[in-house]
């Protein structure tokens, strides 16, 4: 708000001394800045609502899934040039539905946004079960992640790269919507060119899923605390 009000300013004054150009640029400038102030908002609303509105759970077709996601994607994939692999079949998940779309939506999302540069981009998105859980990834050959800062980027605010566009609260996101399905959001990465491949792991069915389930963990996202206190290998390209 500050710096929109800063830039207000000076273009009244510019207009003032009849600059109308340099106005002009300057109004450009406000304008960026009321779009990412605007992005914040949604991004903090968004982050808010995990675990407070709708979190219904069901069975998820994972395949069908993530293939219906890809062709909401389409344009955007091929405006920066990827080409996406799946191997499959995904195991079946039982999760809200959108939700699970905006994990896998903001780890894509995060993958164009690094590893654009890459001389042939690309995302290879897979899953498997075992007896430790159901166990999903998205990886890119972008830039790669520092192992020192695995941790930090999954906290408010943050962003490795300060010349990128975004708010740094996508995975942020991520991770409280891993919480709310009592699962576990890592990334692999060496950094140095190596890409990073992002595991979203969450409990088997029988286990249970879903803070509905939950006896004591005060998590913020958590309803029930807060009221107490390799086969195929199909591909796709846009």
Known sequence: IVTILGFIGMTKDLIARGQHDQ???KLHT?????KRMSQLVQDLLQLSRVGRVDMDLKSLNMDSLVDDLLGDMAARLADARFVVRVEGPLPPLQGNESRVIQLFDNLMGNAIKYGATAPTPQIVI?????EHGLHYFVRDNGPGIPPQHH????GLFERLDASTEGTG???AIVKRIMTFHRGEVRVD???EGDGATFWLTFPRPESGAGHEECAGCQDASCRSCSSKTTTSTPSWSP
């Open 169 to 171: 609260i996508g995975l």
């Open 189 to 191: 990465s060496k950094g």
């Open 151 to 154: 941790a930090r980027i999954f």
């Open 126 to 130: 897979g899953g498997h079960e075992d």
């Open 23 to 25: 106005a002009a640029r």
């Open 30 to 34: 406000v304008e960026r800045a009321a």
